[in-house]
């Protein structure tokens, strides 16, 4: 079946700064990669996902790239804040399923 | 409503008893899934309920487990006979069809003393 490998687990940057956060997955035939954004006891929000059809996509200061020969996927924050501070989980959908395997999560805290 | 709404909250309960945990999806989404994140950890799914189809329960960890969808809406996790490893937060999600983006509630904390 399906998995994803979610790196770094934790990640400190400086206010301003950029951070990348990266996931591998396993079966090429996964086809929707949304990424969630979890604060601290609060439900997971998604933010931005991006289908296999589409190799970058951008939301203000989040962009979601997609490696479909590498199977990988990154999430990019730029020009970090301090409320960008919690925990992203990635997550990948096989095709024909409705099910999403999520990766272990990355903590991120942006220092002012 | 306006989003997965959960409850209870929180609830703690001691090795041995029964719990049931509800959840209310957004009004319209056919799809609902339940979810089980421990501590530190991703989430892991559970089983998955779309509109009048047979759910599929392939995620549920063991026989203690089991969900109900009534009527196409609230759905109801009850899990027997609690163990210690049964602790953790509980998410229920829901989403317009089976492809479409999940939308999270805010979970139920649940420790086994």
């Known amino acids: 079946g399906e998995n994803v490998e979610q790196h770094p687990s934790t990640l400190s940057v400086q206010e301003g700064d950029s951070a990348v956060i990266k996931c591998t997955y396993s079966?090429?035939?996964?086809?929707?990669f949304p990424w969630y954004k979890q604060e601290l006891g609060k439900r997971p929000q998604l933010i931005i996902d991006i289908r296999s059809n589409v190799g970058e996509k951008k939301d203000q200061r989040i962009a979601v790239t997609l490696n479909k020969t590498a199977k990988h996927f990154s999430l990019h924050i730029t020009e970090t804040q301090p409320e960008d501070s919690a925990v992203y989980f990635c997550?990948?959908?096989?095709?024909?399923?409705?099910?999403?395997?999520f990766g272990s999560g990355t903590r991120l805290l942006v220092r002012p | 409503g306006a989003g997965v709404s959960q409850s209870p909250s929180n609830k703690v309960t001691e090795k041995g008893k029964d719990v049931e945990l509800r959840c209310d999806p957004i009004s319209g989404h056919t799809a609902l899934y339940w979810y089980r994140q421990s501590l530190g950890q991703g989430l892991e799914f559970l089983i998955y309920?779309?509109?009048?189809?047979?759910?599929?329960k392939s995620g549920l960890p063991s026989d203690r487990f089991s969900a109900e969808r009534t009527g196409g809406s609230v759905s109801t996790l009850t899990i027997q006979r609690t163990q210690q490893e049964d602790s953790a937060v509980y998410l229920c999600a829901s989403s317009t069809g089976s492809y479409q983006p999940q939308h999270f509630g805010d979970g139920t904390r649940l420790s086994i003393l």
């Open positions: 079966d090429s035939a996964s086809n929707y």
């Open positions: 997550a990948a959908r096989v095709d024909s399923s409705y099910k999403l395997i």
């Open positions: 309920f779309q509109g009048n189809s047979a759910p599929d």
